[in-house]
């Protein structure tokens, strides 16, 4: 998932109130893993290059549901989702707002890999029940790349869906989003060294496919660790606003008998959220037994937040 909107993306269909977007490059990859399979299916009869593209279809479809739950999942908790873009090992939600709570954020990150997960179970399950041929072939393969995919997503860095239940973990326990960020970005780089050490400890030169693998691994490792820099920049801004709490603010002087009632302990982006759901130019901060605290201006919150954001 990623709050980023992309560009160059064609428009292929609408799904639960989202556009789903699909990359030029994506087709030609498609192309490409029909002419690497279809020598795989040959022994099976029928069209190879048929069947291949039945098994390609079905990998895309997978990561469409994978999305899907995403896009279900957020809209329920009141997330705008204007689109969703298919990659090969995934796609990207974009969400419109930031999860409110750690267990949004929790839900909304772990259907992905769960329906993907379930999906996998059940093809293989299915397949089982099955003699060995072509329909057997087709569920194994759909039921491998489901299962591949949960994995992949459930890598614990950001922005894969698994640094992001790590995040809603540590945000839910401490308290603190901030802390989750950070946490989850630091993970992600433990995750992104410990691909590279086991890709190196289990490489064997002589065989290509342990070549590749490693190859892949060192791609995936790049992808953490980027995510991960950019989760701890983050995190770090995220912290800078947590110092702003509404409290030390506070004009000691009668707010207007107007203005709207704020807790006096509020800080951070939940000051923000509460500011912007009611925007107004005063507030009354006021403790939890109801004694106000003082007035607080809307432009001074404004004033600590450019302040921090240096
Ligand atoms: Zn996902």
Redesign the pocket.
Known sequence: ?SERRPRGAWRIGRIAGADILIRPSLLVMGVLLVIVFAPQFERLGGNPYAVAGVFVASLYASILL??IA?VVAARAFGMRVPSVTLHLL??E?HLEGESRSPTQEFVT?IV??LASLVVGVAAWWSALQLPAGLIYAVLWSVGFINILVAGF?MLPGLP??GGRVFRALIWGATGSESRGVLAAGWLGRLAAVGLVVWAVLTVDRLEPFHLTRALLFGVVAIFLWQGSSGALAHGRRLTRVDRIVARDLAVDAEPPPEAIALPASLSGRRLLIAMVEHPARVYALVEPDGTVVGRLDAASVDRAYREEMR
């Open positions: 998932m994978h999305e995403h995934g796609g939600t990150a992905g890999p997503n894969l869906d």
